[in-house]
């Protein structure tokens, strides 16, 4: 069989730990056998971040801007620990931020689903996707304690120096204020990747704030998606057979519990670090998530929601049988050479994506499973492999349905 021809590179950003080993086997055994891949190469991993002074993280992502598809592993955000442990020049700063600010994306966040792994949730039968809003609120805010009594105001000060000024509040005694902001821009950028994102997936979206309370600050929010969608999304969603819909946070979360899913949930900031929490562990496992950072431009970047998967890596180092599960790092693969097949009129690249996809789920759904799995599903008959036992019986249905 002649292998897949590919015209564009993949931005390929390769990571640390656990996830850099399945990075390897992955695409030794499960890309390079069946594809000429083809893919610029950035090394993401944390000593060549440090001997890089981190400039290979900005390359990576203006190459992104360069091909539009990007392909990224985990990899590690350091802290103290790990400044000491690697020896670090400094505490760079998390890959996936300066990326995100590079590109000004939004991160889009999918369940994967598989037979015998029930989502808690019973009502739920497709993915729900988190869109979550990168920038601002409460992440960026300024806050301070009172010691009362006293008079907390608001003021904001043009250009010219014209204040104007609002009161918080007025203490008769102790307490708390906090102030934090957005930009009309970022929230443009979030509308128009999460209306690009719905029509890319063919998907409703919906949006919640809590406009009703905030009649000012999440109000803009609600109008701004309004706006842009009237002005440049309705005919692209009715054409598409999708619907955009907004309702009241609250609401919104009552809704998505009695819904079967299969749609995309755009959220606020706070609204969507803890939604995306919720709906992934209401699917299942982490494991399971996958990601995808999406630029208003339209550029994508595709990775796994968890991270390097730190404590397996140094079982594996100790010479350890590990049990990881590779199947959000395959489908970060699979969502980027579908996308460049799609963007390349490749259409045997965007099928073989659909085959290895359905390999894995099979796999699992056959009752061969990484530990992490092996305690969630409710398959009867069903039996935990090591990482690289788990990617050859992905192999090998891969290779039934490459024939069919
Ligand atoms: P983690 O790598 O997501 O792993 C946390 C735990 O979750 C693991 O110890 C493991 O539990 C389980 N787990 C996660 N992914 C798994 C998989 N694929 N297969 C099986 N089990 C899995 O988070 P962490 O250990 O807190 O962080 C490690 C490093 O990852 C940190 O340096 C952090 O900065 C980085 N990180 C990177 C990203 C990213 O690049 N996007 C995201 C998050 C974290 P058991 O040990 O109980 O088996
Ligand atoms: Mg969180």
């Known amino acids: 069989m002649s292998k897949i021809r590919m015209t564009t590179p993949l931005v390929e950003m390769d990571g640390d730990e656990m996830t850099r080993v399945i990075w390897q086997w992955i695409k030794e055994m499960l890309l390079e056998p069946y594809i000429d891949l083809k893919t610029e190469y950035y090394d993401l991993g944390l000593k060549n971040r440090d001997a890089t002074d981190d400039q290979v993280t900005i390359d990576a992502a203006e190459a992104t801007k360069k091909y539009g598809v990007a392909v990224k592993c985990a990899t590690i955000t350091p802290n103290a620990e790990r400044v000491k442990e690697y020896n670090l020049k400094q505490m760079w700063k998390s890959p ?16 994967i689903i598989v037979k015998g792994i029930d989502p808690f949730v019973r009502t739920w039968k497709r993915p729900i996707v988190i869109a979550r809003h ?46 934090m902001h957005n930009t009309q821009k970022s929230i443009e950028s979030f509308a128009r990747a999460c209306f690009n994102y719905a029509l890319d997936r063919k998907m409703d979206l919906w949006f919640a704030t809590k406009d009703t309370i905030s009649k000012t600050y999440d109000h803009r929010f609600k109008d701004i ?13 009715e054409k598409a057979g999708i619907t955009y819909f907004y309702t009241l946070i609250d609401d919104a979360v009552a809704r998505v519990v009695r819904s079967e899913g299969g749609f995309i949930w755009a959220c606020k900031n706070y609204d969507g670090d803890v939604m995306s929490d ?9 494991a399971m998530m996958t990601s995808v950072l999406v ?22 180092l100790e010479g350890h049988e590990t049990s990881t599960n590779s199947v959000a790092t395959i489908f970060a693969w699979t969502g980027a050479l579908r996308k460049r097949g799609e963007l390349d009129n490749i259409p ?5 994506a659909d085959n290895l996809e359905k390999a894995c789920k099979l796999t699992i759904e056959e009752g061969i499973m990484t530990k992490d799995l092996v305690a969630l599903s409710v398959l009867e008959d069903k039996k935990a492999v090591n990482t690289k036992d788990f990617l050859i019986e992905i192999k090998k249905r891969l290779d039934k349905l490459c024939e069919a």
């Open 295 to 316: 630029s208003p431009e339209g550029y994508y970047e595709y990775e796994a929601a968890h991270g390097t998967v730190m404590r397996h890596y140094y079982r594996h």
């Open 134 to 179: 990168a920038y601002g609120d409460v992440y960026k805010n300024v806050e301070m304690s009172v010691t009362g009594p006293g008079k907390a105001e608001l003021v904001c000060t043009d250009k010219s120096g014209k204040e104007t000024r609002m009161t918080i509040h007025d203490f008769d005694d102790d307490g708390i204020i906090m102030g």
């Open 348 to 352: 045997e690249l965007s099928k073989f």
């Open 225 to 237: 998606f309004q706006d842009i969608y009237e002005a440049e999304y309705r005919d692209k969603f």
């Open 96 to 111: 996936n931020g300066t990326i995100r600010a590079i590109l000004d994306g939004t991160v889009f966040r999918e369940p």
């Open 278 to 286: 919720m709906v992934a562990s209401a699917f299942g496992s982490l």
